[in-house]
């Protein structure tokens, strides 16, 4: 990927961090849909996104977007029940998308507590494909929000999955070894057909693998699923907090 279709923020604090990346989605969004009168976008899971979620939900950013306009989709997913605790989607409700004027059928869970996951998955696919705006022959969201995980996962592409070689599924079930769980996620066709995809990764416990991420040399990117994020025609949104990027060679 070249670096010019990658933007790389280094914001002080996490709460900067978030702030930076509430700003950069609202103003995406607003551009998007002036333009298009819709917006597609898939949200990330984990905590780092609950202050960015909890300022999109804020008064200003709230109204400033046509929620109305916007569809949701989800990144990745676990193994439970859409109102558990760890779910990606019940967290996402319940910092977010309870606060906004979205339509319940504008927004589209993953049923990664389905009996049957591929059949889950490959019905999740299909939404994808019925809904978003195809290019050539991928559907392609305008904006992918990713975290990434201390191991280098993003999404729910760990190191050494299958789902990371995939080049026809757009979404995968699979067991997640180092978790001993079942986990539901786009996969890089999907991710890479975007238009925009916004990395948001912040805290000390990330500095090791945002070095390597940002390192020169392709060993130290080897087995890091997060490197494999690379837009094929859309722009890269980095964005750290100094505690992320301390071990970093930030030019
Ligand atoms: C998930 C996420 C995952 C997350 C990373 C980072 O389901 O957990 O989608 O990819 O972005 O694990 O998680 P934190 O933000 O909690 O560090």
């Given at each position: 990927m070249t670096q010019a279709n990658r933007k790389l923020v280094v914001e002080k604090t996490v709460e900067d961090a978030a702030a930076f990346?509430?700003?950069a989605m609202e103003s995406l969004l607003c551009e998007t849909i002036s333009k298009r009168a819709a917006a597609y976008v898939a949200l990330?899971?984990?905590?780092?996104p609950h202050m960015l979620y909890?300022?999109?939900?804020?008064a200003v950013l709230s109204s400033a977007v046509p929620w109305q306009n916007v569809e949701?989709?989800?990144g990745d997913e676990r193994n439970v029940p859409l109102d558990d605790v760890e779910s990606n989607y019940g967290m996402t409700q319940r910092t977010?998308?309870?606060?906004?004027?979205i339509a319940p059928s504008h927004v589209h869970p993953m049923r990664a507590d389905a009996g049957d996951l591929e059949a889950a998955a490959a019905e999740y696919e299909q939404t994808i494909r019925g809904i978003v705006p195809v290019v050539g022959d991928l559907p392609q969201f305008d904006l992918i929000l990713l975290g990434m995980g201390a191991d280098g996962h993003t999404a729910s592409l760990f190191p050494g999955a299958p789902a990371l070689r995939e080049k026809q599924k757009l979404v995968m079930a699979y067991h997640v070894p180092v978790l001993g769980r079942q986990r539901m996620t786009f996969t890089l066709p999907l991710i890479n057909a975007?238009?925009?995809?916004?990395?948001?990764?912040?805290?000390?416990?990330k500095a090791d693998t945002v070095a390597r991420l940002l390192s020169d040399k392709e060993t130290d990117q080897r087995?890091?699923?997060?490197?494999?994020v690379r837009p094929k025609d859309g722009m890269l949104y980095l964005i750290l907090d100094a505690a992320a990027a301390r071990k970093a060679c930030v030019k």
């Open positions: 990346a509430a700003v990330a899971g984990g905590t780092t909890q300022r999109l939900a804020g949701v989709f989800f977010l998308l309870d606060h906004l004027p975007a238009r925009n995809v916004m990395l948001l990764v912040t805290g000390e416990d087995d890091l699923p997060v490197s494999s």
